[in-house]
């Protein structure tokens, strides 16, 4: 019986196994054999065949928490990787034995890679370096030429004398008169049909008055007339919408609507969030100096009762937009005197014999230096000054240009360039005319046809000589408008655009001075 004991024992016990929980140094397990030899840790003898005993892990964290492995047989043990490691071995050895796969070089359209801005840099490097060999090549040729009491000189003849100056003080008398119509005709003094009379007399006048004093006063200069005519023809464009939009109210008075708001003048406008803060006018309590000399010096040609206001003045704003307007309008002059000038001088002798390869090399030349001062101009008008003015104004909307260097087409740059005008001819020019029934292409050669005489008005009456280059310039915009939208799109499009502008700009400047010199100064540069 003992011998039976004891061949049970072993066996029974060698299944239990008692696992210590851990308080001390180490928490071993102890086999309940009740061998010394065992306890001590040696390794009990094994048996021949049979597979090892079961091996308990050592516990896995301080919390008490003991993760209980299966011994695995003694082959499998021997086995040298696991699937997983045997699927890494083989992803490790394809990729070394191929490195192609199928796909597109960045510059190929199809590879849609769009990220060029380290191009772009390169181009605005080259740019600046190219242009400061021309500075450096002018100034070596030609020394400092700027000169500011040369500058003053281009608007005054005589110190004494202000006739460009007397000329803009005297267009008071135009506001005044279209206010003083829109007030007996709001009250019914006079008839619809005698309120348009006079204003149709008014409007005529500001445009004929200024030209006929510029024409006929020899001490008025270029530039001092073309600042005057610039003026009276945004004062024309202003009191022309002044007088729709009021008509507008009383059209809509006499429909007996119960209340006006700014949604009958310009529906299309949001409310600015500071506009609360302004009273709110309706028809005709608008009829007012404040209300009239607002929108005169306000930077927007559409007028309408109740603008949208921003709700403070920010000082700090305002000051840097003063700062740039001061610096880019001596950068302006700079430019012209040292670099322009000069260019336009020597562009004289090839224009006068007919060297033609002569004269494209003059234009060319003189292509660089308009189109940077057409480019820092219009910032320092439709950014700085503008802005300027609608802070100090407290005026919102200040959407003055859009993203014209996008441009794809010449439609979309002219729409987009000069907003204030863009959203005049929309309102009281073009959509009125397709309201009327006019084909929409007419509508906008309309548009262009009344943009080039204007273009065409601020050059040659200044200068006192008429020769309609603005005016076809301009009018080529038709045709070129229609073969861009036609055959070119997208980057060849915008090309195209830049393109015109760039070379298309000094063609009239090289026309209008080469006509001026040979009027003024007999054909002799």
Partial sequence: MSDRAEMRGPTSRKRRTTISGGGGGGGGVKQANGSKLHDAGEKPPQCPGKAKTDEVSRHANNNGKVDREMGMSGQQQQLPNSPKKQRSAVEDINERLSCHILQESLLSSASGYS???????????????????????????????????????LFLKDPYSWPAACLIIVSNVFILAALYTERRLAVGTISEITGLILHFFNLTALLIFPSATILTVTSITPVGGVL????????????????????????????????????????????????????????????????????????????????????????????????????FMQLLVGLIQQWMVPTIQNSMKPFQEMDFSRMMERLLKLAVPNHLIWLIFFYWFFHSSMNFMAELLQFGDREFYKDWWNSESVTYFWANWNI??????????????????????????????????????????????????AFMGMMAQVPLAWFVGRYLTGNYGNAAVWMSLIIGQPVAVLMYVHDYYVIHYGGTT
Avoid at 282 to 301: C, E, I, K, Q
Avoid at 422 to 435: E, Q, V
């Fill in 420 to 469: 204030p005008v863009h959203k005049w001819c929309l309102r009281h020019f073009y959509k009125p005319m397709l309201r009327k029934g006019v084909n929409k292409f007419l509508a906008q050669t309309a548009v262009f046809l009344v943009s080039a005489f204007f273009h065409e008005y601020l050059v040659s009456v200044p200068l006192k000589m008429f020769r309609l280059w």
């Fill in 115 to 153: 990220n060029y801005r380290g191009i772009l840099n390169w181009c605005v490097v080259m740019l600046v370096l190219s242009n400061a060999r021309l500075f450096l090549e002018n100034i070596i040729k030609y020394g400092i030429l700027v000169d500011p009491i040369q500058v003053v000189s």
């Fill in 228 to 327: 005057s005519l610039g003026i009276y023809t945004v004062l024309f464009l202003k009191l022309y919408s002044y007088q729709d939009t009021n008509r507008w109210c009383r059209e809509i008075r006499h429909a007996k609507a119960k209340k006006l708001t700014r949604s009958y003048s310009c529906p299309s406008v949001a409310q600015s969030n500071g506009s609360a803060v302004h009273a709110h006018v309706s028809y005709p309590g608008n009829l007012t100096h404040r209300d009239m000399y607002y929108f005169v010096y306000a930077p927007t040609l559409c007028y309408q009762l109740n603008f949208p206001r921003s709700p403070r003045i920010r000082k700090t704003f305002l000051i840097r937009r003063l700062f740039e307007m001061v610096f």
